[in-house]
């Protein structure tokens, strides 16, 4: 199947700094990408949906100003938690997708903890 | 927001033994898709059912699509103890910009 790279797979990061996280599809343009966030033995939460070129669409109750997501490209998404906090701490996983009736394809996820 | 709800939420079951969850959904679809993640790792496919299919197979996997009742089941026959893993459903809805939603997902145990 086609391979999402997700990166950092872990990070730690200090209260009030920022963090990255890419999305890159290695083998296919994905029309779409979706950004969730799962906390521990839950399921995960749709946070938004971003298409490249586009400004994402966030689901209710998701700050976009704390998210940042850019999708500059058909193979890269990226998401910046801001001024991250300990309730941010959580496991990210990217999605992307080439199109109607197919299969999404997921990252590996990113483990990150705000200390 | 989560879209649908998957029952039971846990499983136990010997191996050697069918195991079976279900999931139920709310709205609209185009397809509803089965992922497995095994602790704290990404997610893995296993199979995608369009609206207008009733049922599917994949190896020791079949999946059957009810869109009258909303809800779908996947079966795993003959289990295996490496199949322990949560299994979630994933709907991906009509219209608007068809995004993936997720169950809230089965943890399946299978007891060597």
């Known amino acids: 199947g086609a391979v999402v790279s997700q990166h950092p797979s872990r990070v730690i990061c200090k209260s009030g700094t920022s963090v990255k996280i890419e999305c890159r599809s290695l083998?296919?343009?994905?029309?779409?990408m979706f950004w969730y966030r799962q906390f521990p033995k839950k399921s995960l939460m749709l946070m938004a949906t971003s298409n490249e070129g586009s400004k994402a669409t966030y689901e209710q109750g998701v700050e976009k100003d704390k998210f940042l997501i850019n999708h500059a490209s058909l193979t890269l998404s990226t998401l910046t938690v801001t001024s991250a906090h300990p309730e941010d701490s959580s496991f990210y996983i990217c999605?992307?997708?080439?199109?109607?009736?197919?299969?999404?394809?997921f990252g590996q996820g990113t483990r990150l903890t705000v200390v | 927001s989560q879209q649908g709800e998957e029952d039971p939420q846990a499983l136990s079951i010997q191996e050697g033994e069918n195991a079976t969850m279900n999931c139920s959904y709310k709205?609209?679809?185009?397809?509803l898709q089965w992922y497995r993640q095994n602790s704290g790792r990404g997610l893995v496919h296993l199979i995608l059912?369009?609206?207008?299919?009733r049922e599917k197979h994949s190896g020791r996997l079949r999946v059957t699509l009810d869109t009258s009742k909303k809800s779908s089941s996947l079966l795993i026959t003959a289990s295996r103890a490496a199949d322990t893993a949560s299994y979630f459903c994933a709907t991906q809805n009509s219209g608007g910009y068809q995004k993936v939603t997720f169950g809230t997902g089965t943890k399946l145990q299978v007891i060597p």
């Open positions: 059912i369009r609206s207008n299919e």
């Open positions: 083998d296919f343009q994905a029309t779409t």
């Open positions: 999605s992307a997708w080439t199109g109607l009736n197919t299969e999404a394809f």
């Open positions: 709205t609209s679809i185009n397809n």
